[in-house]
């Protein structure tokens, strides 16, 4: 991939590495890479691909067990 876009439909900031710089992508921000992949450290989280767009979305909620709502 050439140039990638990154597109936040978060509510809060979304920090990730580029060229092992943090780099902060502002809740609904967009923004172009035109160096594709290779320098970006994307932490994990809920994201949608689509060719070269990620979109990145909320974080997904944690999964209780049965025994989290039993007394």
């Known amino acids: 991939m ?6 936040s ?7 990730f590495l ?9 809740a ?3 923004l172009s890479i035109a160096g594709g992949l290779d320098d970006v450290v994307l ?3 809920a994201m949608k691909i689509i060719q070269n767009l990620i979109v990145i979305k ?3 909620p944690k999964v209780h067990k ?6």
């Open 2 to 7: 050439d140039k990638i876009t990154i597109r």
């Open 9 to 15: 439909d978060r509510d809060t900031d979304y920090t």
């Open 18 to 26: 580029y060229k092992g710089q943090e780099t902060v992508l502002k």
């Open 28 to 30: 609904g921000g967009i």
């Open 43 to 45: 932490p994990t989280c």
């Open 58 to 60: 909320q974080d997904v």
């Open 66 to 71: 049965k025994e989290d709502f039993e007394k």
